[in-house]
């Protein structure tokens, strides 16, 4: 492939990428998060056979199809799984901050990681970090920003798996050669935060009847008979 083709086609997939950030801070569907996870982490997939193919880095594209197997494949069974139909089925969560506000902080956050990166790019080694690293960084900040206002536990991992995914693709641009046991320790804790989470929101939902975190406060220990 071509470097001017692999960079444009990077290009897209960064804005696609940063597109399903933004979609994740809006969106207020259970389904609908899942659903731009599932995009987010098949896009990421995309970046990585693209930085590895021109020059060829064989633990790149390895980490690309590992990457493309659990996220986008493994943890959706499982939470979906795990979990009751209804959580996915159901039609709104509770937001804390409107969508219209959440947008608009995201717009600045954006902005923002756009100057945080602009001196680490002098470290950069590849061309591919003008793109992979300030878009990272606001995937980064819009996941956090995600965790922080959403009510609803499986919104919440999604956002948590959403930072993990956004610290990844600006990493595969700085450190192409990134031994690929690191993104197998990554990938084995991913999947296990998607059960163990999955379980608890399972039993929280069968004993409460919703997933809100918030409300969790409400919860009492019974008295013993």
Known sequence: MPHALGSSLNALVGGLFLLTSFAMVATRQVRGCLR?????????????FIIGVHPVYWHLIAVGMINLLTKPILIP????????????????VSLTINATTSLLIALGLTVLSYFIARPLLVTAHTNFATVNLPIGIAGLLLGGYTLAVRREAVPQLLALLTM???AFYAGIAIAPNLPIISELAVAFDALVLAFVVGLLTKLIH????????????????????
């Open 77 to 92: 069974w499982i939470l979906r799984r795990a979990m009751p139909g209804r959580i996915f089925t159901r039609r709104e």
């Open 206 to 225: 069968e004993r409460t009847g919703h997933t809100e975190v918030a409300r969790l406060t409400d919860l009492k220990e019974e008295a013993k008979q």
């Open 36 to 48: 731009m996870f599932i995009y987010q982490s098949i896009l990421l997939a995309s970046s990585a």
């Open 164 to 166: 993990e995914n956004s």
